[in-house]
């Protein structure tokens, strides 16, 4: 079954920088947009960032422009969020999912268990 | 930005019916997915396109969409089916696309 392991997530202060990955394995992670997706604690569901198969598109939430990049390696199966900046705000699980289909208003019909990034000083 | 407004919970008997809604603006006219969320676990596809259901996912889960409003609706309530449920859809209609997520409606089997 297809499986996304998330890592990197930990303590930061504020204006800090940290790199999440998520690792794809068993299934063609070159043909399927992936998509990061946080939740805050206690909070509901907060979508981040996606970006294409071959990476030429990328879309975000306003809240992160200009501070998170999302990215892929598809050589290594990888999916990466470079988050700079960080803010207090921005403490949560953040979840890689799998969009299951072409199409731009595809579900994310698999998800890692996620990782938690904290800000905090 | 498209907004997604859901009722924070909803309270069913086993053996019943748990209907949640999804309201936006003109949402009939988008494809609706809605998800499960255990406590401390990953969000799990329950119903996508409106209606559709992934395998594995019970035929007690489906969904509908018109209108303004979607609804996920469980039918004969389980324990097992206590959980938050989200619905989410694409907005390609604003300057910025993305996902929207609903906000989240806690079902409690009493």
């Known amino acids: 079954e297809v499986q996304l392991v998330e890592s990197g997530g930990g303590l930061v202060q504020p204006g800090g920088s940290l790199r999440l990955s998520c690792a794809a394995s068993?299934?063609?992670?070159?043909?399927?947009?992936m998509t990061w997706v946080r939740q805050a604690p206690g909070k509901g569901l907060e979508w981040v960032a996606n970006i294409k198969q071959d990476g030429s598109d990328k879309y975000y939430v306003d809240s992160v422009k200009g501070r998170f990049t999302i990215s892929r390696d598809n050589a290594k199966n990888a999916l990466y969020l470079q988050m700079n900046s960080l803010r207090v705000e921005d403490t949560a699980v953040y979840y890689c999912?799998?969009?299951?289909?072409?199409?731009?208003?595809?579900?994310?019909?698999?998800w890692g268990q996620g990782t938690l990034v904290t800000v905090s000083s | 930005s498209y907004v997604l407004t859901q009722p924070p919970s909803v309270s069913v008997a086993p053996g019943q019916t748990a209907r949640i809604t999804c309201g936006g603006n003109?949402?009939?006219?988008?494809?609706v997915h809605w998800y499960q969320q255990k406590p401390g676990q990953a969000p799990v596809l329950v119903v996508y396109a409106d209606s559709d259901r992934p395998s594995g996912i019970p035929e007690r889960f489906s969904g509908s969409n018109s209108g303004n409003t979607a609804t996920l609706t469980i039918s004969r309530v389980e324990a097992g089916d206590e959980a938050d449920y989200y619905c989410q859809v694409w907005d390609s209609n604003s300057d910025h696309p993305g996902y929207v997520f609903g906000t989240g409606t806690k079902v409690t089997v009493l």
């Open positions: 003109n949402i009939g006219s988008k494809s």
């Open positions: 068993r299934f063609t992670f070159s043909s399927y947009w």
């Open positions: 999912a799998r969009e299951g289909s072409s199409s731009s208003s595809a579900p994310l019909d698999y």
